[in-house]
């Protein structure tokens, strides 16, 4: 386990600010530079900002999402003195790249990558202006960051994982479904933070005699295949905030109700879509941290590599009683009883 990671967490207070601004985005290629805008009401400046995203899934959209949601109640929107350059790479890395090149010599005032491997192509790329990222796991196995207090240089941003709830999940699993001794884990070991996340699971399932037994994928089209060979020899199934597995989540969703599995997963967009658990946090909430920062930095002028890296805090089980009946799992006032907020926490 990365320990920089967990000494990270210890030290690192989460740096809020009120904030932010509004764009949309069109999602159908691989740049979207927006309207134009005239003077704001505090500036005549039109600020740029453009984004790098992997790949679309709800996770990572609503990440997006909250982020210019922070910008626009900041006062910062599009139409007005706010441009956004939004650039989807379509899980290409070619792609991701030629992105973060294309970002460099441009004249944004702020990058923002949105997962791990399009926050790393904006690390190495671009170095004349503020970077932010969001949706990495974790930043310092990633080579992104060196450290989360006051990172230096001219990156920061939100990790969004906090290894406490892998564990908690696990804890779970081994509580409450006492018939678990084996538990799949559909994985790309391509992808940092999945292979950060998976090291995580496992040390927590040895702790309770539980084997974790790894479906390895390449990309997103082989995930019904890996999910399928997982039947008969594993009695759950856990996915990571794996950026290829999260996106064809739906075909292990469809695996588990059939063969009666236990399904969890790391994000809550996936047990909102027919996963049993997790414990989580919004992403929403997610971007609009960094939302706020992108604020701190365009309208205070701070200095991203002064501001330190934060992690989720707000965790909370999430359960989805109806995946629970698909899957063959009677939801206990036990397991109830782990949601804090029940009601916006457990999905019927």
């Given at each position: 386990?990365?320990?920089?990671?967990?000494?990270?967490?210890?030290?690192?207070?989460?740096?809020?600010?009120?904030?932010?601004?509004?764009?949309?985005?069109?999602?159908?290629?691989?740049?979207?530079?927006?309207?134009?805008?005239?003077?704001g009401?505090?500036?005549?400046?039109?600020?740029?900002?453009?984004?790098?995203?992997?790949?679309?899934?709800?996770s990572?959209?609503?990440t997006?999402?909250?982020?210019?949601?922070?910008?626009?109640?900041?006062?910062?929107?599009?139409?007005?003195?706010?441009?956004?350059?939004?650039?989807?790479?379509?899980?290409?890395?070619?792609?991701?790249?030629?992105?973060?090149?294309?970002?460099?010599?441009?004249?944004?005032?702020?990058?923002?990558?949105?997962?791990?491997?399009?926050?790393?192509?904006?690390?190495?790329?671009?170095?004349?202006?503020?970077?932010?990222?969001?949706?990495?796991?974790?930043?310092?196995?990633?080579?992104?960051?060196?450290q989360?207090?006051?990172?230096?240089?001219?990156?920061?941003?939100?990790?969004?994982?906090?290894?406490?709830?892998?564990?908690?999940?696990?804890?779970?699993?081994?509580?409450?479904?006492?018939?678990?001794?084996?538990?799949?884990?559909?994985?790309?070991?391509?992808?940092?933070?999945?292979?950060?996340?998976?090291?995580?699971?496992?040390?927590?399932?040895k702790?309770?005699?539980?084997?974790?037994?790894?479906?390895?994928i390449?990309?997103?089209s082989?995930?019904?295949q890996?999910?399928e060979?997982?039947?008969?020899?594993?009695?759950?199934?856990?996915?990571?905030?794996?950026?290829?597995?999260?996106?064809?989540?739906?075909a292990i969703?469809?695996?588990?109700?059939?063969?009666?599995?236990?399904?969890?997963?790391?994000?809550?967009?996936?047990?909102?879509?027919?996963?049993?658990?997790?414990?989580g946090?919004?992403?929403?909430?997610?971007?609009?941290?960094?939302?706020?920062?992108?604020?701190?930095?365009?309208?205070?002028?701070?200095?991203?590599?002064?501001?330190?890296?934060?992690?989720?805090q707000?965790?909370?089980?999430?359960?989805?009683?109806?995946?629970?009946?698909?899957?063959?799992?009677?939801?206990?006032?036990?397991?109830?009883?782990?949601?804090?907020?029940?009601?916006?926490?457990?999905?019927?």
């Amino acid at each position: 386990m990365n320990r920089k990671f967990w000494i990270g967490i210890a030290i690192a207070s989460v740096m809020l600010v009120s904030a932010a601004c509004g764009a949309s985005k069109d999602n159908t290629g691989i740049t979207n530079e927006g309207n134009t805008a005239g003077a704001g009401s505090e500036s005549e400046k039109t600020y740029t900002i453009s984004v790098s995203q992997i790949v679309e899934h709800p996770s990572l959209d609503a990440t997006y999402d909250g982020f210019i949601a922070a910008l626009k109640d900041a006062g910062f929107e599009e139409g007005k003195n706010l441009k956004i350059d939004f650039n989807n790479a379509q899980n290409d890395m070619t792609n991701i790249k030629t992105i973060s090149q294309k970002i460099a010599s441009g004249n944004s005032d702020l990058a923002l990558g949105i997962a791990t491997p399009s926050a790393l192509s904006l690390a190495e790329d671009v170095t004349e202006i503020p970077v932010l990222f969001a949706a990495v796991t974790d930043p310092i196995d990633a080579g992104i960051v060196k450290q989360l207090q006051a990172p230096g240089g001219n990156i920061t941003g939100a990790a969004d994982t906090n290894p406490d709830a892998i564990k908690q999940t696990m804890d779970f699993i081994a509580k409450e479904l006492p018939n678990v001794k084996k538990v799949g884990l559909v994985i790309n070991e391509g992808e940092s933070n999945a292979v950060v996340m998976a090291k995580y699971a496992e040390e927590a399932l040895k702790s309770h005699n539980i084997e974790l037994v790894k479906a390895p994928i390449a990309n997103t089209s082989e995930v019904q295949q890996a999910a399928e060979s997982l039947v008969g020899r594993v009695d759950a199934i856990y996915i990571t905030l794996d950026n290829n597995v999260v996106t064809g989540a739906d075909a292990i969703i469809e695996i588990a109700n059939e063969n009666d599995i236990p399904f969890l997963s790391a994000d809550r967009d996936t047990v909102e879509k027919g996963a049993f658990a997790t414990v989580g946090f919004k992403y929403y909430d997610h971007g609009y941290e960094v939302g706020q920062m992108a604020v701190e930095i365009l309208k205070n002028g701070k200095n991203p590599g002064e501001m330190n890296v934060t992690v989720p805090q707000k965790l909370d089980f999430i359960l989805n009683l109806k995946a629970a009946a698909e899957q063959g799992i009677t939801v206990t006032d036990e397991m109830k009883s782990y949601v804090k907020d029940q009601e916006n926490n457990i999905i019927e």
